[in-house]
């Protein structure tokens, strides 16, 4: 069934964290639909981390793997030939609607319009107070945990992450009963989802699994949907935009021809895709980057000595940031080693060639950056934790195109800078904090489905420096 290989493994002396052991061969049609059921990097094989493109059929869909550097550059590219495919947007419909990640063609370019402005408030000087905030409170939280036995740090790093979202978004602190709901409501949304999706590519009836995933997306809903609906009903009556957020700037945005805001139902899509994409990205790759350091102790000893040497025990400030090449490669090669969005769907909308494969109207192409950053053709040690190979002038060169964890072309992410500031925050600050070990016996399993995320989450020790 593709067992996780052991966490703790050396290849030439760098550490190898755990991924599912590909299988010798492609799976049969049965066992591509039990091995996919729970995650799609299981039912991967030792041929995917290498071919050029694959194809794979199920009843309801035909697909391919394009890994390819130029074939990837030109799906990603071109986001009117190869739209997102219409199965994510349904999946992701219950949770964030049709807004500016699900939208397609010319309603994607008007809302990316519309929104920009928004993304103003997200600039990096201008939130890292509220990044440094949110990573003391996290510090504060683990301090009053009981650290002689191991922590479970996946929800503490949903916890910190979604807290520096919604100081973002709506100018107020997350909770801690508010973090413990969006966390274990977005994990019920992944698992309905991802079991949704495989009934669909199979072609048989969703057994209720459409259901209980908008239940779960109605459960993290519920969290925000009074603050946007009070701040847009005040808005509304006397054009109080309230504080200066990202919340105030969707408010006040229009659409480009006919002058119209955004309704409440398209708030709250826009409100859900940045709070989501923002807060679930960011708590996947921190609880990973832990875990690495973890086993790793020589890069963290070092990361710690960087933080320490360019910060001491001052309030982390923007100069600082740029003087922990460490820590920031540190981020880069968690994001390499286990991307957030480890598989990226298209759609074919007219006939293509690519290598010497007719792709039809409507198939599903995949772009992978789970299998594309650990191809051998691109980096050498592709599963080993090695953050020192990014100052490899080669590496740099490379990750341009083999790198991709916030997507490429004109849809990648507009919040990579955002998240890499507030990786680089939240390490810094906790490495400074604290000495962090692998819990013996502890070791976690990466599943794929809409993001990456430790199955059964990730348990370490904390030790106050």
């Known amino acids: 069934m593709g067992l996780p290989n052991i966490g703790g493994k050396q290849v030439?002396?760098?550490?190898v964290p755990p991924f599912p052991d590909p299988h010798p061969k492609k799976s049969s049609l049965f066992w591509r639909f039990v091995r996919g059921?729970?995650?799609?990097?299981?039912?991967?094989?030792?041929?995917?981390?290498?071919?050029?493109?694959?194809?794979?059929?199920?009843?309801?869909?035909h697909m391919y793997i394009a890994n390819e550097l130029p074939l990837v550059k030109r799906i990603m590219s071109n986001w009117r030939e190869f739209p997102k495919h219409h199965l994510l947007v349904r999946t992701l419909e219950p949770a964030i609607g049709n807004s500016v990640f699900s939208a397609n063609g010319d309603d994607w370019a008007t809302q990316r319009e519309m929104i920009n402005p928004a993304f103003q408030q997200a600039a990096l000087a201008r939130t890292l107070p509220m990044m440094r905030d949110a990573a003391d409170a996290l510090v504060s939280r683990i301090g009053y945990l009981d650290l002689s036995h191991p922590i479970n740090i996946d929800p503490l790093m949903t916890h910190?992450?979604?807290?520096?979202?919604?100081?973002?978004?709506?100018?107020?602190?997350?909770?801690?009963?508010?973090?413990?709901?969006?966390?274990?409501?977005?994990?019920?949304?992944?698992?309905?989802?991802?079991?949704?999706?495989?009934?669909r590519f199979y072609r048989m009836p969703t057994f209720g699994f459409v259901k209980r995933s908008r239940r779960a997306a109605e459960d993290i809903h519920s969290v925000f949907a009074s603050i946007v609906q009070q701040r847009l009903d005040a808005y509304r009556a006397d054009a109080d935009r309230g504080p200066d957020d990202i919340l105030a700037s969707l408010m006040e945005a229009r659409h480009?021809?006919?002058?119209?805001?955004?309704?409440?139902?398209?708030?709250?899509?826009?409100?859900?895709?940045i709070f989501l994409a923002g807060h679930e990205t960011s708590a996947s790759a921190l609880s990973w980057a832990l875990y690495c350091l973890a086993g790793d102790p020589e890069t963290q000893r070092i990361g710690r000595e960087e933080v320490l040497s360019v910060a001491e025990n001052r309030p982390i400030a923007a100069?600082?940031?740029?003087?922990?090449?460490?820590?920031?490669?540190?981020?880069?090669?968690?994001?390499?080693?286990?991307?957030?969005?480890?598989?990226?769907?298209?759609?074919?909308?007219?006939?293509?060639?690519?290598?010497?494969?007719?792709?039809?109207?409507?198939?599903?192409?995949?772009?992978?950056?789970?299998?594309?950053?650990?191809?051998?053709?691109?980096?050498?040690?592709?599963?080993?934790?090695?953050?020192?190979?990014?100052?490899?002038?080669?590496?740099?060169?490379?990750?341009?195109?083999?790198?991709?964890?916030?997507?490429?072309?004109?849809?990648?992410?507009?919040?990579?800078?955002?998240?890499?500031?507030?990786?680089?925050?939240?390490?810094?600050?906790?490495?400074?904090?604290?000495?962090?070990?692998?819990a013996p016996g502890a070791v976690p399993e990466p599943v794929a489905r809409l993001t990456l995320r430790p199955k059964c989450g990730i348990k370490l020790l904390f030790s106050r420096r």
Request: charged share 20%.
């Open 256 to 273: 480009p021809q006919t002058g119209q805001p955004f309704s409440f139902t398209d708030l709250m899509g826009q409100v859900s895709t």
């Open 160 to 199: 910190v992450a979604a807290d520096v979202i919604f100081r973002t978004l709506f100018s107020q602190a997350l909770g801690d009963a508010d973090a413990r709901r969006i966390h274990h409501a977005f994990n019920r949304f992944q698992r309905h989802a991802q079991s949704a999706s495989m009934l």
């Open 37 to 61: 059921w729970n995650s799609w990097i299981h039912v991967l094989f030792d041929k995917s981390y290498t071919m050029k493109m694959g194809e794979i059929r199920t009843p309801g869909l």
């Open 319 to 438: 100069e600082s940031l740029r003087r922990m090449p460490v820590i920031r490669n540190v981020f880069r090669e968690t994001l390499r080693l286990y991307p957030p969005v480890a598989f990226m769907p298209r759609e074919v909308s007219c006939p293509s060639q690519m290598r010497d494969k007719q792709l039809e109207t409507g198939a599903m192409i995949v772009v992978s950056p789970w299998l594309i950053q650990r191809n051998a053709e691109h980096w050498p040690w592709p599963h080993a934790f090695h953050p020192a190979r990014f100052d490899d002038p080669s590496a740099k060169a490379k990750s341009r195109e083999a790198w991709l964890p916030f997507g490429a072309g004109p849809r990648i992410c507009v919040g990579a800078g955002f998240a890499t500031q507030e990786a680089i925050v939240v390490l810094a600050t906790l490495l400074r904090a604290f000495t962090i070990d692998p």
């Open 12 to 15: 030439d002396g760098l550490f």
